[in-house]
């Protein structure tokens, strides 16, 4: 039960902050203006090359064959365009 306490607190976190979300996303688009999702993309960019990054450098076993199947889960993923 002890190793759920870290998701139980941010949970309760979330909830905590959920009335203040929106006027958070209000400042975040004032700020940047009209250049909001390059910057809304350029941070998800990067957050998920950090964790993928990080996936590799964790790698303990058959790790040319798990980077491999990463790869290819990366760049298989439909993103819905038309």
Not at 54 to 76: C, D, F, K, Y
Request: proline share 5%; with cysteine; aromatic share 8%.
């Amino acid at each position: 039960m002890r190793r759920y306490r870290p998701a139980f607190a941010v949970s309760l976190l979330f909830i905590a902050w959920s009335p203040f979300i929106g006027q958070l996303r209000d400042v975040v688009k004032r700020v940047p203006g009209d250049s909001f999702a390059l910057v809304i993309g350029l941070l998800l960019g990067t957050t998920v090359l950090a964790a993928g990054r990080w996936g590799v450098q964790h790698l303990r076993e058959r790790r040319p064959q798990r980077i491999g199947l990463m790869s290819a889960a990366n760049t298989s993923c439909d993103t819905g365009g038309s």
